[in-house]
């Protein structure tokens, strides 16, 4: 058993067949499917959570497609490796080879200079680029290569994907399907798994040679009992790095810059991402912040920032200072409540007229028919201020933001009733 390749490896699925989930780009029909079967392949970038199946699928779509496959890591390639590669590529053009695919994982990891580098080659068609992410690649893939591929959004495997792959694996693979294993409950192995299918058959393939039998009963305290002895305290793929995050994010809402800075440093010692823990800050700053105190997000944002020049572990001191900051800031959520119930609105009352008077009006038709007619210009009135009807004519008085019970936002609460009086209810 020393000798064997992991579960995941043995299991790993060499035809779009044999590939759990994802069945909204490679299912009968589906647009990524088709590209594939067509042989007509752009450049792309896989953009998902951890183990579902980005490797897996870029492998299995340069077999498919019968192409020379390289694999590149960001973490320890530079822009020597992709110029080899490019090499390569290009000596392939020159005797008539099938051009390659060039895989790049955790391209969100590259540099502007690496994935500078990458251009020419996919500009020109010597590779097709498959690059894999879970961050998002509007934020971390240079707008320059991101025009030129096509992004597949790939999501976490449901229940019955993951189901399906623990059934796969004790049939099929050729030790355990040795073994006669009884899985009377899948829930504990589902919720470890965190819809992540490497770490579904390796916590699967730990149970199994934890129980040291041929015959074996898998109920969910075996499991629990088993994986919480043998398995990492902070794993930033699964379950637990969901339960920190949640636990930092509620603890700052709370106002508890103690408990936050911990949690910050639990992240911090499990080798979390710093520039996921300062995306997180700067959501935060405005959905639970907000109006309360508009510095939070003026911080937040120089946080993401310097974060992104500074690197660690400098950063470090930037996201305690940022924590601690918003942790003890007033808290008001008045504005995340308000785009909540415009767009419930919106759904309910769907495309309502615009005033005419606040129509723009860049031609004489409009002016004729009466678009931007009876406009009153707020800055020629006194106090930039002059009522007038900016809702559909339906909607009128209707209230969508409601200041929070905070100093900042009761200031703004005063002002907009000096200024509305009772047409809305401040």
């Known amino acids: 058993m020393a000798t064997l390749p992991p579960l995941a490896e043995r299991m790993r699925p060499s035809s779009l067949d044999e590939y759990s989930g994802q069945k909204h780009l490679v299912g009968s029909g589906a647009v990524l499917r088709k590209a594939i079967e067509s042989g007509n392949l752009p450049s792309m970038i896989l953009w998902g959570p951890p183990g579902v199946g980005k490797t897996t699928l870029a492998y299995i779509i340069s077999r498919q497609l019968n192409r020379p496959f390289f694999s590149l890591s960001a973490i320890n390639s530079g822009v020597k490796d992709v110029r080899e590669v490019i090499e390569k590529a290009a000596a392939y053009k020159n005797i008539g080879e099938n051009l390659p ?64 792959l623990i059934n796969r694996a004790l049939k099929e693979d050729k030790y355990l ?129 310097a974060v992104n020049v500074i690197g660690w572990p400098e950063s470090r001191i930037i996201l305690s200072q940022t924590v601690t900051y918003l942790a003890s800031s007033a808290k008001s959520n008045a504005s995340y409540e308000a785009i909540n119930r415009a767009e419930q609105l919106v759904a309910r009352t769907g495309d309502l007229p615009v005033p005419l008077h606040i129509r723009n009006a860049p031609t004489k038709l409009m002016k004729n028919i009466g678009y931007g007619t009876d406009y009153k210009y707020s800055h020629a009135y006194q106090g930039n201020f002059e009522e007038q009807e900016y809702f559909p004519a339906a909607l009128s008085g209707t209230t969508l933001y409601e200041p929070g019970n905070n100093a900042a936002e009761q200031k703004l609460k005063e002002r907009l009733k000096s200024l509305w009086k009772n047409k809305y209810k401040y």
């Open 177 to 305: 399907s040795a073994k006669k294993v009884d899985i009377k409950e899948y829930e504990a192995l589902l919720r470890l798994s965190g819809g992540d299918a490497r770490r579904l058959l390796n916590v699967l393939e730990l149970v199994i040679n934890a129980g040291g039998t041929n015959e074996l009963e898998i109920t969910n305290k075996f499991v629990l009992d088993n994986v919480q002895q043998n398995m990492a305290l902070y794993d930033k793929a699964g379950e637990q790095h969901y339960d920190i995050i949640s636990a930092f994010i509620k603890s700052i809402r709370g106002s508890d810059p103690n408990a936050a800075v911990y949690w910050l440093a639990r992240m911090i010692a499990g080798g979390e991402d710093p520039l996921f823990i300062a995306r997180r800050l700067l959501i935060l700053a405005s959905e639970d912040i907000g109006n309360a105190n508009p510095n939070a997000l003026l911080l937040a944002n120089n946080c993401f920032q």
């Open 101 to 164: 695919v060039l895989f790049i994982d955790e391209i969100h990891r590259f540099s502007k200079s690496q994935q500078d580098s990458l251009l020419g080659a996919v500009e020109r068609g010597l590779v097709t680029l498959i690059g894999a992410t879970t961050e998002n690649p509007s934020f971390e893939v240079i707008s320059a290569l991101l025009s030129r591929c096509q992004v597949y959004i790939l999501k976490h495997l449901s229940e019955d994907d993951l189901t399906e």
